[in-house]
């Protein structure tokens, strides 16, 4: 892999010496590549060809040949570039409206619901292969059943999370196939309201994670000068209402938080560590000492059942004060 990057550079040299394609604010980026994975971008058909010509002319230098089967190009934003003929190696290219880059799915429109909602089914097909292994009502402890749906099927879904923007519409349908597996741990009726349990179980709604993972990632961002500059250009200048950006989401999370988002950058530790314990912190009252006493002892059906009565959020039974 180490001498495919170093024999692919030039290639991404002369696109960026072109100063063709897109750019952000004095830097190229009309050229992405990841080992032999290669995305080329532009705000202008022409350009586009340009870049392919130059990608044709190396490959012709050096005996590389291209997959022209999977070579696409897509269009954001607008249908009227869809009918546009780009040509590599005298071949066109086929046009789609979604093309998988690096594992993500990427639509014409930028709507990543089917691709964060596959996730969460992988998400959900991970933990319960694991009923098998006492992964269910009155098996293993529900701590131990949160630990690991958080660190190895939770996983399935964060590769992308943090960065792409998801509608509330698919939040919410997410947030709701968790709290079907937390119920599943834990022996929760439907009837039986979740927020405390899952707080006890230190598990953020996908509301929250969402939130915490685009926070993590404004914190990795620091570690890079380029991206650091960028981010604060982007967070000192407006967008557009309708934007999909991360920019967008960024702000929104500081209007929730009541955070000053132009110190974000240099507050973000101390937001991460408190974001986690604000949203997981369990008022201590008879109930939630109850939920924690239920769980610890969830391999006896009677504290399964005890659960379910202290969480019961069903209609109220009344009962007659005199029978006839």
Known sequence: MGCFLVFIDDLIQECYQAGLGASFINIIVAIICFCDDICLISPDAHELQLLLNICNNYSKKWALEYNISKCKFIVFGTSKFNNTNF????????????????????THDLNFSNFFLNKFQSVSNSFFTLT??????GGI?????????????????????????????????????????????????KKSH???????????SINELN??????????????KICSEIF????????????KSFIKEVDSICSRLEIDKFNLT??????????????????????NELIVTCLS????????????????????????????
Not at 163 to 175: C, Q
Not at 232 to 243: A, E, R, V
């Open 232 to 243: 604060n250009h982007l967070i000192n200048n407006n967008y557009k209402k309708n934007t």
């Open 132 to 137: 098998a292994f006492g992964f269910r009502p």
């Open 266 to 287: 240099k507050d973000i530790q101390y937001i991460i560590n408190n974001f986690k314990e604000k949203h997981l912190f369990v008022d201590k009252n008879i109930e």
């Open 87 to 106: 040509l590599l190696n005298n071949l066109s290219l086929t046009y789609s409206n979604n093309i998988k880059y690096l594992g993500i799915d990427f």
């Open 141 to 189: 402890n529900p701590h131990l059943q949160s630990f690991v749906y958080k660190s190895f099927c939770l996983s399935r879904l964060l590769y992308g999370f943090e960065i792409l923007t998801v509608n509330k519409s698919t939040i919410n349908k997410m947030n709701v196939n968790q709290n079907s597996i937390i119920r599943y741990m834990t022996g929760l009726s």
């Open 194 to 204: 979740i927020s405390n349990t899952r707080k006890v179980l230190r598990i953020l």
């Open 297 to 324: 002892n969830n391999h006896d059906y009677r504290m399964i059942e005890q659960l379910n009565l202290v969480t019961y959020s069903g209609p109220q039974v009344k009962h007659n004060e005199s029978f006839q």
């Open 211 to 224: 939130d915490y993972m685009k926070l993590i990632f404004v914190k990795n961002l620091k570690n890079s």
